[in-house]
Structures are given as C-alpha cells and as structure tokens.
C-alpha cells in the first residue's frame, strides 16, 4: 500500500503564544513509529513535514496530488482553535479523489474521535490510543479495497449514527517496535528526539499523557540495550551527538526505574552523547542523576506545579514542595539548572496560594532568568479533554467550552487571581510578541541582549509582587487600572528592548489613572 502521514501545519494564536504545548512533546515520534511499522510490513510511506517544513496547505495538496496514496495519515494537533483550514484540506482532497481513505490518529485525535468522525466527513477513521498496529490493519484492510475496517483501535461512523470503537490495548513490548523513522527536517532540530519509554505511573488532574496509553500506571520502558542500539544506528548515519528523551517521565517506578536509569547510564557513557530527559521531582535521587550527568545528561524538565502542599494534593500530583526542593538542590549540586513546569494560577487559587508560589519561586531561585520567569508568573492551568480536571470542573458547570470541546477555560473563582492573571497573561504575551522574532529563531539576536534580559525579568517580578502587594492590601483592580498596568508595564519593556544603551535598572510601580 502507499501510505503518506501528515504533519499539518500548525497556527499559534498570538493570544496563546505563552501556553504549554497543545500536543506532548512525546506525540513528535508517533509519525515516526507508525512510518517505521507500516515499512516492516511492506509499505511504501512517504512523511510529509506541513510543520516543520512550513509548508502551505497549496504545497501539501501537490504532494498528494502526486502521491494519489491509499491511505492518507493525519496526525491532528490541536490548534488552540476549531482548524477548518486542515479540515477543509482534507475535504477538498477527498472530493478531488487525490486520496482512497483518510485517517487521523495522535492525542487530540484519539481524545476527540467522536467530534472528528462528526464534523470531518473527509476522514474515514480514527486511531484511538497508540498508532503503529491499528495502522497495520488498516492497511491490510486497504489491500482488499476495504477502507473502513471494524479492528482494535479504530473508531470508525456506525450506519445508523454514532462511532463504533473497539478498544486496543497499548503495546506492551516496545522492544519490538520498529525504530522511528526520521524525517530530514526532524534531523534539523537541535537534538535528535528519543523515546525511551511510554505513559506514565502518575495521574496529575492536569495531565492528558495516559489518555493515549491506556489508563493511570501505564508506564512502559525500553530496555537500555534496545535505545542504545536506536542511538548508535544514529550516530553511525549522522554522526550527532545530542538528543533529547521526549518520554513523560524519563523514570519508571520507584527501585526499577532507578535501576534501569543507572544501566542506561552506564551504556550512554560509553557513546560520548549529551543529551536531555523530562521527569517527576520524586524521581531525582543523587546516585542517579549523578549517573545520568556523568553519562551526559545536560538538561531536565521537572513538573514542580506549585510551592504548596495543598495545592499538590488537589493537582493529585503525589509528591511534596519537599521534595520539590530536594529535586532543585540534587540537580544543582550536579550543575543541572532544571526547566521547570509550574501552574501559577489554579481554578480554585487564592491570594494567599499565589503569595506561598512566589515565595517558593524566590526562595529557591526561580526568577532569575526571564525564558523561566514569563512561564512560571504567569501559567494558569490549562484545561483540556481526556483529563480529570476536565471532567471535574465540567460536572460542577464550570467549564467554559472553547470553539470545540477540547479545552474548557475555567476562570479562577477569586476575583483578585483572576485579576492577577490577567494581568501578568497579557503582559507576556506582550514580550512573547516582541521577542518573537529572536526567540523562534528567525532573527539574529542583538549584541547586549543578556543585559536587557535581567532588566525585563526584574519588571516582571516586581510588576507581580506589586500587584499582589497591592490586592493583599484590599485595593481592587478593575478592568481600567488592569489596562493600565498592562500598558505602562508593556512600554517599559518595549524601551528597554529597543533602548540603544540600556540605563539602571529602575523600580517598577503601580499607578492608577
Ligand atoms: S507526572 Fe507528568 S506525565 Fe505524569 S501524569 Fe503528571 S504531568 Fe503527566
């Protein structure tokens, strides 16, 4: 069969260009392993890049035209919005007769099959879970021109209404999947993506990962053997040396996923390769991370949520602002300044909450740096389908449903927290906007910007502890005075960017008009 997967291009709202990533990181290599298993099975399979090629809709239309492929593959990302764009692609493609089915299949996909059968007459199925063998029977299925296959993981439009969906269950064995495959432009990003392992043992409210993988303790991992080889098949074609573990949690459970990272460490040692993990605070032990940074490790993301017990609890994120510290100083003593995953404002936070955060934050130096400081002053949590939060907070009526179904916003119950998200919301959007330009790449970056940078970051923390100062004190902040933060705040940062010599770094304050 000939098969072409698509990675759609993807739109950034400017109002949401500060938000976490709209599909795991993890969901980079769901293409590739599906392309990897449908090529063991005889396939022809053609990737096409919309995303990282930065490709126009014109221009992928005139790969499939060329194409003509049995099996169109969507990997659907949410886009922050209702994507009619990809949706209308798919429609004209499917009436011009460029492509016999279409499939979608990733996170957003699997979460909202049911929307997508419903609103999209263009794609035939969808994958539900994991892609690689719901793929193969569906080209098998194409094979004997049928193209709507009742198997394991595929939803698909009953005759009489409705979705029929026979579950799957995950992969269990990752050892036997296929390698990845690699696109050219993949192997243009700074670090070559890995995954060492799948889902994970955690189950935070917020948190979408096990949606794909089944349910809570759905972590699996590759043996260490079975990712070095991975890697030294890399290293022996391209001769690079960095990579990053897009896995959710690097680390298994508890002595077993210590253990193992110890014997990956050891086998990583001998390959002369950096490389970057992501995990859970509970999961960084000295001996371990001594391993790992010996063996190359230069980089973590650790998901600390909060300075507050409390707030940990109700996120069920089952570790402790102890051990969230703890997690800071192990990394430190091993020279790992961690990125750090953080929600500022809860549906359910009060002022004193926010006070504890920014505590924490200064406390364990945390807003020193601004590309750290922007994200953790400023995240709000962000409520998507296939989490508990949503469901929670959607049974409560609380929910405020977006253009699809997908993400609900659910607005901070304490006046004065949603005052202060707002505020310091539009304020980074405001710098995301200006640096645009220079964070994604796309400009060289100035002489003297270093410089500039510890000046905006001091705005940003003083703006937030004024304001906070300010609503401790009982002052109000109504929807002019709100404008008026925002503006000054955005013209002192907009002068220091711009400014040809920046001067002292001066106070921040809060004047009403
Ligand atoms: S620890 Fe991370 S990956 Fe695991 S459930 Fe929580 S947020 Fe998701």
Same mark, same amino acid.
């Given at each position: ?89 798919? /429609?004209? #493609?499917? *009436?011009?007769?460029? %492509? ?5 299949? +990733?996170? &957003? ?74 696109? /050219?432009? #993949?192997? *243009?990003?700074?670090? %070559? ?5 799948? +889902?994970? &043992? ?312």
């Amino acid at each position: 069969m000939n098969i072409l997967l698509l990675e759609h291009p993807r739109s950034v709202v400017p109002e949401r260009c500060n938000d976490i990533a709209n599909t795991p990181l993890s969901s980079c290599l769901l293409t590739g392993y599906a392309a990897g298993m449908l090529k063991s099975k005889g396939h022809e399979v053609e990737i096409i890049e919309g995303y990282l090629d930065g490709l126009s809709y014109d221009e992928i239309a005139s790969r499939v035209r060329s194409a003509k492929p049995d099996i169109l593959g969507v990997h659907i990302v949410y886009q922050w919005q209702k994507d009619d764009a990809l949706f209308r692609f798919l /429609e004209t #493609m499917k *009436r011009e007769g460029q %492509v016999s089915s279409i499939t979608a299949y +990733g996170f &957003y996909a699997t979460i909202a099959h049911e929307s997508i059968l419903g609103t999209c007459h263009a794609v035939d199925s969808v994958i539900v879970g994991e892609p690689e063998f719901p793929f193969v029977d569906l080209a098998e299925a194409a094979s004997i021109r049928n193209f709507i296959p009742c198997a394991p993981g595929i939803a698909i439009r009953k005759g009489t209404g409705g979705v029929r969906l026979q579950k799957q269950q995950t992969v269990t064995d990752l050892d036997a999947l296929p390698f990845p495959v690699r696109t /050219e432009a #993949m192997y *243009r990003l700074p670090e %070559v993506n890995l995954l060492g392992s799948r +889902g994970c &043992y955690g189950s935070c409210t917020f948190c979408f990962i096990n949606s794909l993988h089944g349910n809570v303790g759905s972590w699996r991992g590759r043996s260490p053997k079975n990712i070095v080889q991975e890697i030294d098949g890399i290293i022996a074609e391209r001769g690079v040396r960095d990579f990053y573990f897009t896995d959710p949690n690097f680390f298994g459970p508890g002595r077993m996923g210590q253990e193992r990272a110890i014997l990956l460490a050891s086998l990583l040692k001998q390959r002369n390769i950096r490389f970057g993990i992501e995990g859970r605070v509970n999961d960084i032990h000295d001996e371990t991370i001594n391993a790992l940074v010996d063996a190359g490790l230069r980089h973590i993301l650790i998901g600390l949520e909060s300075g507050k017990d409390e707030s940990l609890r109700r996120m069920n994120k089952m570790t402790t602002v102890a051990q969230n510290e703890n997690a800071l100083r192990v990394l430190r003593r091993h020279g790992i300044e961690p990125n750090v995953g953080f929600i500022m404002f809860e549906p359910d936070s009060r002022l004193e909450d926010l006070r504890i955060n920014f505590d924490f934050l200064k406390r364990n130096d945390l807003l020193k740096n601004l590309s750290v400081t922007a994200n953790v002053l400023y995240h709000h949590q962000i409520v998507l389908e296939g989490t508990r939060a949503y469901h929670d907070l959607k049974r409560e009526n609380r929910l405020e449903l977006q253009k699809t179904s997908y993400e609900g916003i659910a607005h901070p119950k304490n006046p004065d927290v949603a005052a202060l998200a707002d505020i310091m919301r539009e304020i980074t959007n405001l710098l995301f906007a200006r640096m645009d330009g220079i964070w994604s790449g796309k400009m060289i970056e100035p002489p003297g910007m270093q410089e500039r940078y510890t000046r905006v970051n001091h705005i940003l923390v003083k703006v937030f502890e004024n304001c906070l100062k300010a609503m401790e004190t009982g002052e109000r902040f109504d929807e002019d005075l709100r404008a008026s933060v925002v503006m000054e705040t955005g013209n002192e940062i907009h002068e220091i960017v711009n400014a040809a010599d920046p001067g002292p770094i001066a106070e921040v304050g809060i004047s009403k008009k």
